[in-house]
C-alpha cells in the first residue's frame, strides 16, 4: 500500500511564498512522475507542475516564473516552492506520483493554499 502525505499549505498575502511536501511511504520501488494539481471551488483541475524520474520538468502557463517543483528520490518526496502568490493561485493543491508498468496514480490528501490580496 502507497500513502501521500501532504504538508506546508495555508493563508499568505499576496507576494508571500509557501513550500508544499508531499512525502511518499509504502510498497515503492521506483517513482516515475510525480506532480501537482490544484483545484479552485467552480474551476476544472489544473496541473500545476510535474517532474519525471530524469527530473525533467513541467509547468502550467499561469505558474511559470514563479513556482519550482523538485523532488529528493531518497526521501520519496515532492516539493512545490511556490513564490509571488497571487489571489488567483488559491485553490486545493493534491500531489501525486506514478508507480509501475502499467501505471498507477496515487494521491496526496490536499493541501488548501489560500492568498489574501
Known amino acids: 500500500q502507497v500513502q501521500l502525505v501532504e504538508s506546508g499549505g495555508g493563508l499568505v498575502q499576496a507576494g508571500g511564498s509557501l513550500r508544499l511536501s508531499c512525502a511518499a511511504s509504502?510498497?515503492?520501488?521506483?517513482?516515475?512522475?510525480m506532480g501537482w494539481y490544484r483545484q479552485a471551488p467552480g474551476k476544472q483541475r489544473e496541473l500545476v507542475a510535474l517532474?519525471?524520474?530524469?527530473?525533467?520538468?513541467k509547468y502550467a502557463d499561469s505558474v511559470k516564473g514563479r513556482f519550482t517543483i523538485s523532488r529528493d528520490n531518497a526521501k520519496n518526496t515532492v516539493y512545490l516552492q511556490m513564490n509571488g502568490l497571487k489571489p488567483e493561485d488559491t485553490a486545493g493543491y493534491y500531489c501525486?506520483?506514478?508507480?509501475?508498468?502499467?501505471?498507477?496514480?496515487?494521491w496526496g490528501q490536499g493541501s488548501q493554499v489560500t492568498v489574501s490580496s
Open positions: 517532474i519525471t524520474s530524469d527530473s525533467s520538468t
Open positions: 509504502g510498497s515503492i520501488s521506483s517513482i516515475n512522475a
Open positions: 501525486y506520483i506514478t508507480l509501475g508498468v502499467p501505471v498507477t496514480v496515487y
